[in-house]
């Protein structure tokens, strides 16, 4: 069965007003699998991850859910 993963909602993610553009969710992603290219730029999944669930936890904006 597949593990759950995040899934970043593009209408609630708004990087420029979460942490000065710097995504939150990416700096608690131990597994280094979810990435910002830029400041204020949307962050994505750059593989399968283990679906711990710590970038949920830590958006402030509630803009990832694990499916
Ligand atoms: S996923 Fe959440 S913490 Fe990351 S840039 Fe979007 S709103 Fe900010
Ligand atoms: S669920 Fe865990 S491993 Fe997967 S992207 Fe979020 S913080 Fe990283």
Redesign the pocket.
């Known amino acids: 069965m597949r593990k759950p993963g995040p899934v ?1 909602d593009p209408d ?4 420029d007003q ?2 000065c553009g710097i ?4 700096l608690v992603c131990s597994m280094k699998t979810l990435v910002q290219e830029e400041s204020d730029e ?2 994505f999944l750059l593989r399968a991850c283990k679906g711990c669930g710590k970038c949920v936890i ?4 509630k ?2 859910s694990l499916a």
């Open positions: 970043i609630k993610c708004l990087p979460c942490n995504c939150c969710a990416v949307m962050p830590a958006c402030p904006l803009a990832i």
